[in-house]
């Protein structure tokens, strides 16, 4: 997904209805302080994904999937697709961990914050990751979030603050692993 600095949330499907994107619900994530990884919606709890500015202001924040984690990547490099391998094969010593987020239903969302929990979001699909750092489309054309079938239960969150693995290669990584 596209931002340009906004912050996104990572919840289940069954506290989306708490969530309505209104300026009093999004002030008050812009005033959590940088090592707070969730924040209480509803009777439940939605992850905290607040882009590194010292990766860009600006860019992707690519979705993937395997077996047993959900991983958001905010990379730089050139080639970009060597930024994105290199972040996704980080270890994930020494990540701050965040705290566990609960997904009952096995509906994991992932969105910007800015929106109500009550639009309609594709289903992740598996596809290839853009091969520059400026979308190849109009940035507005990007989705706004996206959906996950995962295993019912809670996700530890992992956060990888701005890394530079080389000189050419910088990244920011959030890892939800079952908890």
């Given at each position: 997904m596209w931002t340009t600095g906004a912050q996104f949330l990572v919840?289940?499907?069954y506290f989306l209805y708490a969530w309505r994107g209104g300026d009093?619900?999004?002030?008050?994530?812009?005033?959590?302080?940088w090592s707070v990884t969730a924040t209480e919606v509803g009777t439940g709890w939605a992850a905290v994904v607040a882009t590194d500015g010292t990766v860009s202001d600006?860019?992707?924040?690519?979705?993937?999937?395997?077996?047993?984690?959900?991983?958001?990547v905010q990379a730089?490099?050139?080639p970009y697709s060597r930024a994105l391998g290199k972040a996704l094969?980080?270890?994930?010593?020494?990540?701050?961990?965040?705290?566990?987020?609960?997904?009952?239903?096995?509906?994991?969302?992932?969105?910007?914050a800015a929106l109500g929990g009550d639009s309609d979001w594709?289903?992740?699909?598996a596809g290839k990751a853009?091969?520059?750092w400026e979308p190849a489309t109009d940035a507005t054309e990007a989705p706004t979030g996206l959906r996950f079938d995962v295993p019912r239960g809670d996700y530890q969150l992992q956060v990888r603050w701005m890394t530079e693995p080389d000189d050419e290669t910088c990244f920011a990584r959030w890892l939800f692993t079952p908890a």
């Amino acid at each position: 997904m596209w931002t340009t600095g906004a912050q996104f949330l990572v919840m289940d499907k069954y506290f989306l209805y708490a969530w309505r994107g209104g300026d009093d619900q999004v002030g008050a994530l812009s005033e959590l302080h940088w090592s707070v990884t969730a924040t209480e919606v509803g009777t439940g709890w939605a992850a905290v994904v607040a882009t590194d500015g010292t990766v860009s202001d600006k860019g992707w924040l690519e979705v993937f999937q395997n077996r047993r984690t959900i991983a958001i990547v905010q990379a730089q490099g050139e080639p970009y697709s060597r930024a994105l391998g290199k972040a996704l094969a980080y270890p994930a010593d020494g990540d701050h961990m965040g705290d566990v987020v609960p997904v009952p239903s096995g509906d994991m969302y992932f969105f910007n914050a800015a929106l109500g929990g009550d639009s309609d979001w594709p289903k992740a699909k598996a596809g290839k990751a853009p091969v520059s750092w400026e979308p190849a489309t109009d940035a507005t054309e990007a989705p706004t979030g996206l959906r996950f079938d995962v295993p019912r239960g809670d996700y530890q969150l992992q956060v990888r603050w701005m890394t530079e693995p080389d000189d050419e290669t910088c990244f920011a990584r959030w890892l939800f692993t079952p908890a």
